[in-house]
């Protein structure tokens, strides 16, 4: 019995692991695999919250 709990809290951790570390990476890349979409729904995301007009030609 103390195998199989071992077992299963080795195989949660392993899952739990590689799903954070997953996300991490796609947060990390997607700036560079998407720049001009990202960048236009900032723009238009704060344009909406303010008063007055963001306009930025590079975001990196």
Same mark, same amino acid.
Do not use: H, W
């Given at each position: 019995? +103390?195998? /199989? #709990?071992k077992?299963?809290?080795?195989? /949660?951790?392993k899952?739990t692991?590689?799903s954070?570390v997953? #996300?991490?990476? @796609? #947060?990390f #890349?997607?700036?560079? @695999?998407l720049?001009n979409t990202?960048s236009?729904k900032v723009?238009?995301?704060v344009n909406r919250?303010?008063?007055?007009?963001?306009?930025?030609? +590079?975001?990196?």
């Amino acid at each position: 019995m +103390k195998r /199989t #709990l071992k077992r299963i809290f080795i195989k /949660t951790v392993k899952i739990t692991g590689i799903s954070i570390v997953s #996300l991490i990476a @796609i #947060l990390f #890349l997607l700036p560079y @695999i998407l720049p001009n979409t990202i960048s236009d729904k900032v723009k238009q995301l704060v344009n909406r919250s303010i008063n007055g007009e963001v306009n930025f030609s +590079k975001a990196r």
